[in-house]
C-alpha cells in the first residue's frame, strides 16, 4: 500500500521560516507532480501549490515547494498568524489508480 | 467565478443509502474530471473516486470498491456520489473536487456531513 509520509505537527514563531516534509515511492511522488493543500479549520481544503513548485493565483510567494527524488517538502517563509492550518501534500499514484494524500501537518504559529 | 454546491448528507444507519450531489457551476462542466474525497471527524483526507468528463473511466477507493457509485450528468452540470451498504466507518465530511491536468484538485464543494449511526 502505497503511502506519503508527513510529520504530523510543525510550529514556528511569527516572522520565522519553517518547512514540511512528504515521502512517497517511486510510483506516488518518484513519477508524478505533488500538490499541497491548505485546510484552515472548519474550511474545506484549497490548493496550495500545484506540479511541485507552482503557486495558484492568489497565493503569496512566501510559499513554495521543491520535488527530489521520492521526497517532496513545503516551505513557509515569514510565518504569520493566519498560516495556522493542516497542511497536506498528494500525488495521483499508478499502484493506487487515484489520489494519494499524505496524513497531514499541522502548523501552529506560536 | 467557479463554484461547487453539495447536498444530499445527513444521518443513516449502518447498512443505508445515501446520495450526494455537486452541482457545479462558472465554469463548462463536461471536460473536466471530477473526484470525491473523505475526510472522517478529526483525521485528515482520504481519496474516494474518480470519474472521467465523459463518465467512461471510473475508480475507486479499495475502501468503498463495490459498495458506493460514482456518477456525473453534464447537461446538468451535476456529480452524484450513491453510498451502499454504509458502514460507521464511512462517517465523515465528504468533498467533491475539480480535477485538472489529472494533477491538481483545485476547486473543492463546501464539504456535506455524512454520519452512519445506529
Known amino acids: 500500500q502505497s503511502v506519503l509520509t508527513q510529520p504530523t505537527s510543525a510550529s514556528g514563531t511569527p516572522g520565522q521560516r519553517v518547512s514540511i516534509s512528504c515521502s512517497g515511492s517511486?510510483?506516488?511522488?518518484?513519477?508524478?507532480?505533488v500538490n499541497w493543500y491548505q485546510q484552515l479549520p472548519g474550511t474545506a481544503p484549497k490548493l496550495l501549490m500545484y506540479?511541485?513548485?507552482q503557486r495558484p493565483s492568489g497565493v503569496p510567494d512566501r510559499f513554495s515547494g521543491f520535488k527530489s527524488g521520492t521526497s517532496a517538502s513545503l516551505a513557509i517563509s515569514g510565518l504569520r498568524s493566519e498560516d495556522e492550518a493542516d497542511y497536506y501534500c498528494?500525488?495521483?499514484?499508478?499502484?493506487?489508480?487515484?489520489?494519494?494524500f499524505g496524513g497531514g501537518t499541522k502548523l501552529t504559529v506560536l | 467565478e467557479v463554484q461547487l454546491v453539495q447536498s444530499g448528507g445527513g444521518l443513516v444507519r449502518p447498512g443505508g443509502s445515501l446520495r450526494l450531489s455537486c452541482v457545479a457551476s462558472?465554469?463548462?462542466?463536461?471536460?473536466?474530471?471530477m473526484n470525491w474525497v473523505r475526510q472522517p471527524p478529526g483525521k485528515g483526507l482520504e481519496w474516494v473516486s474518480y470519474?472521467?468528463?465523459?463518465?467512461?473511466?471510473?475508480y475507486y477507493a479499495d475502501s468503498v470498491k463495490g459498495r458506493f457509485i460514482i456518477s456525473r450528468d453534464n447537461a446538468k452540470n451535476s456529480l452524484f456520489l450513491q453510498m451502499n451498504s454504509l458502514r460507521a466507518e464511512d462517517t465523515a465530511v465528504y468533498y467533491c473536487?475539480?480535477?485538472?491536468?489529472?494533477?491538481?484538485?483545485?476547486?473543492w464543494g463546501q464539504g456535506t456531513l455524512v454520519t452512519v449511526s445506529s
Open positions: 517511486s510510483s506516488s511522488i518518484g513519477s508524478k507532480y
Open positions: 470519474i472521467s468528463g465523459g463518465g467512461h473511466t471510473i
Open positions: 498528494a500525488a495521483w499514484d499508478d499502484s493506487l489508480s487515484g489520489v494519494l
Open positions: 473536487a475539480r480535477f485538472v491536468s489529472g494533477v491538481e484538485l483545485d476547486y
Open positions: 462558472g465554469f463548462t462542466f463536461s471536460p473536466y474530471e
Open positions: 506540479k511541485n513548485n
